[in-house]
Nanobody, 124 residues
Framework: QVQLIESGGGLVQVGDSLRLSCTSSSRAFSAYPMAWFRQAPGKEREFVAAIAYDSSKRTYADSVKGRFTIAKDIAKATMSLQMDSLKPEDSAVYFC?????????????????WGQGTQVTVSS
């Protein structure tokens, strides 16, 4: 069994930065793409960023491109999301997930293992 655990969320002001982390056993990071999704209260879950199993390819939602950076460290079994220039619309619960497919995807149906989420709140 694989469990993903997110951390690093918090309450910040507009323009601040946060770094989210997702940790698990190496099995969760070694062979398949992984991604970050987010969900605000009353809203549908939306794609944020994804990364290939070997970090050879990265994909970002247009709303975060240029501000967020996704990365993986296989040796440490850690995936991160560096978030800069945060905006109020970035406020949400952020989830990490592992794909069941061999190529990266923006579709949540491609991911079968999910963490419980970490809250990010950006005040204005």
């Amino acid at each position: 069994q694989v469990q993903l655990i997110e951390s690093g969320g918090g309450l910040v002001q507009v323009g601040d930065s946060l770094r989210l982390s997702c940790t698990s056993s190496s099995r969760a990071f070694s062979a398949y793409p992984m991604a970050w999704f987010r969900q605000a209260p009353g809203k549908e879950r939306e794609f944020v960023a994804a990364i290939a199993y070997d970090s050879s390819k990265r994909t970002y939602a247009d709303s975060v491109k240029g501000r967020f950076t996704i990365a993986k460290d296989i040796a440490k079994a850690t995936m991160s999301l560096q978030m800069d220039s945060l905006k109020p619309e970035d406020s949400a619960v952020y989830f990490c997930a592992r794909s069941v497919r061999f190529t990266i995807s923006t579709d949540e149906d491609a991911y079968n293992i999910w963490g419980q989420g970490t809250q990010v709140t950006v005040s204005s």
